[in-house]
């Protein structure tokens, strides 16, 4: 029994296919655990459960029996995005009237941003809702003395996280990005610099489990990882010393690393690169705001993700297909890729998406439609737009081609390799895996 139960709610409507092998995704919710630390730090002994892809009445069963009904203190629960509003509407309500919980809070800045009272509508049984970033707020919400603001980024207590051998962890190293997309809440949050490499180290320490399950590789999470020479030499120096040889991943944009920096990132332990290339199309490119020199943000994607191959890193490439999108313009991005497919391990393709309340996202939704992009009829879930790319290429013609694509550049290998490294539980084997994709025949994004 514990004290406090912070929940990072499931999710019952889904991003893509709900088929077995997406459910698999163990999508740690870093945020909140963040918050769940600093909690337990209290000397309240918390628990972190997490609802992933299973259904809300099955889960409540679940913490029900990890005896949430006991505790005299609030239910912490964080939303990750507007997937899990159904899933909560259903969760909250057992909260509140078979668990007899007394005050439900609520966090989640992606999905609440600046409307409250329209989640408070939405969602009846949640008591309070809490916008923003949390860490400055959680303890206050249990009568203690809150931390002082701090932008710097918390560190993560794996002990509290239930099942936590199974979780490819997560550590965060900076937050913020400042490059001011006009859809994202991050554009105008300066970015801040990296951990430093002590601190990770340290930190790697208390997270690294040495067991018999896939060995961990840690994310390092950041909305932009922007790293330097010195703060590289400094990570493979602490590494050297405490003898780490972990293996690592994370984002960035193929405009933001240099290629000469490649080798020490090598060294450093990265071994897989997710980058947002979004689109080989001159057009697209400009037109999303991506960049303003095209050919030049491809030269310069193509040098990395050659450099990174060449060091073996291997590279993930998402794309975005956007409103305007036309055969051309994805003939265009489908031939940079095959002329690169060497470099390229995995990708993420999908069509854009426009998430938020309709006042928050007007301005993107205009200019979605400026590009000949029209709003698709036939979606459901509150605060997820689908969007028509142009008259020719309709949401569901964007989704076949999007699953076209990812079939022609991933097959089956690579992507169990993608996936086992950051989201699979550490128990699905590769057997696992090929034994599910056989029995439950879906449109898989690979190609088998
Ligand atoms: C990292 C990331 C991920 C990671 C980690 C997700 C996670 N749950 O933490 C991964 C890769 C797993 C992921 C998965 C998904 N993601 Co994501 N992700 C992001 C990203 C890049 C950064 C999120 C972030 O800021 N983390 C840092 C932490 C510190 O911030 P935070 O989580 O918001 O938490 C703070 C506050 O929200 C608040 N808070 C949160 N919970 C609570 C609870 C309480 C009680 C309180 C008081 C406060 C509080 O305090 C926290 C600490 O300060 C964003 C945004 C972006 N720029 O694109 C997208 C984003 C949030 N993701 C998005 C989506 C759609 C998804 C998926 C549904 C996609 C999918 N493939 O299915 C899944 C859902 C996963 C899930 N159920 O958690 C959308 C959400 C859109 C929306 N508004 O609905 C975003 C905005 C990206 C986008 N535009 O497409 N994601």
């Known amino acids: 029994?514990?004290?406090?139960?912070?929940?990072?709610?499931?999710?019952?409507?889904?991003?893509?296919?709900?088929?077995?092998?997406?459910?698999?995704?163990?999508?740690?919710?870093?945020?909140?655990?963040?918050?769940?630390?600093?909690?337990?730090d209290e000397n309240l002994s918390t628990i972190q459960l997490q609802g992933h892809f299973e259904e809300p009445e099955v889960f409540f069963e679940y913490c029900l029996n990890k005896g949430i009904a006991n505790t005299r203190y609030p239910v912490f629960i964080s939303m990750p995005s507007f997937y899990a509003l159904s899933w909560l509407k259903v969760f909250t309500k057992l909260l509140k009237n078979?668990?007899?919980?007394?005050?439900?809070?609520?966090?989640?800045?992606?999905?609440?941003?600046?409307?409250?009272?329209?989640?408070?509508?939405?969602?009846?049984?949640?008591?309070?809702?809490?916008?923003g970033l949390g860490d400055d707020k959680i303890l206050s919400l249990l009568n203690r003395e809150p931390l002082k603001y701090s932008t710097q980024v918390s560190s993560l207590n794996y002990k509290i996280l239930d099942e936590r051998k199974l979780y490819q962890p997560s550590l965060e190293v900076s937050r913020g990005c400042g490059m001011s997309c006009n859809f994202c809440q991050?554009?105008?949050?300066?970015?801040?610099?990296?951990?430093?490499?002590?601190?990770?180290?340290?930190?790697?320490?208390?997270?690294?489990?040495?067991?018999?399950?896939?060995?961990?590789?840690?994310?390092?999470?950041?909305?932009?990882?922007?790293?330097?020479?010195?703060?590289?030499?400094?990570?493979?120096?602490?590494?050297?010393?405490?003898?780490?040889?972990?293996?690592?991943?994370?984002?960035?944009?193929?405009?933001?690393i240099s290629p000469k920096l490649i080798p020490y990132l090598a060294k450093a332990g990265l071994r897989v690169l997710d980058l947002g290339l979004e689109s080989a199309s001159h057009k697209q490119l400009t037109s999303m705001g991506k960049s303003k020199k095209p050919e030049k943000y491809l030269e310069k994607a193509s040098s990395l993700i050659n450099t990174a191959y060449e060091f073996g890193i291997s590279v993930k490439i998402n794309i975005l297909l956007y409103a305007g999108e036309t055969s051309q313009s994805i003939q265009e991005t489908f031939n940079w890729l095959d002329k690169h497919r060497k470099f390229i391990k995995g990708v993420s393709i999908g069509p854009v998406i426009a998430f938020g309340w309709d006042d928050k996202k007007k301005n993107f939704m205009d200019e979605l439609i400026s590009n000949g992009a029209s709003i698709y009829?036939?979606?459901?879930?509150?605060?997820?737009?689908?969007?028509?790319?142009s008259s020719k290429i309709d949401h569901n013609k964007a989704l076949d081609i999007s699953r076209e694509l990812s079939c022609e550049f991933m097959d089956a290998k690579s992507y169990y390799f993608l996936k086992s490294f950051s989201y699979f539980p550490r128990n699905y084997s590769w057997e696992n895996f090929n034994s599910d994709v056989n029995n439950q025949p879906s449109n898989y994004s690979f190609s088998i």
């Open 1 to 40: 029994m514990y004290d406090v139960y912070c929940i990072s709610a499931g999710q019952s409507d889904v991003k893509k296919e709900p088929n077995v092998i997406n459910k698999k995704n163990m999508y740690l919710n870093y945020g909140l655990l963040g918050l769940a630390s600093q909690i337990n």
């Open 98 to 131: 078979k668990a007899k919980i007394k005050k439900i809070v609520l966090g989640g800045r992606w999905v609440i941003d600046g409307h409250p009272e329209k989640i408070k509508a939405l969602l009846p049984d949640v008591d309070v809702i809490i916008d």
């Open 186 to 256: 991050e554009g105008n949050e300066k970015l801040q610099p990296l951990k430093e490499p002590f601190v990770i180290t340290s930190e790697v320490k208390s997270i690294l489990l040495n067991d018999e399950l896939i060995n961990m590789t840690p994310y390092f999470e950041s909305s932009m990882f922007v790293s330097n020479q010195q703060w590289l030499e400094n990570l493979i120096a602490q590494r050297e010393i405490y003898s780490q040889n972990y293996l690592w991943r994370t984002e960035s944009r193929v405009d933001s």
């Open 377 to 389: 009829s036939g979606n459901q879930i509150i605060g997820v737009s689908h969007i028509n790319l």
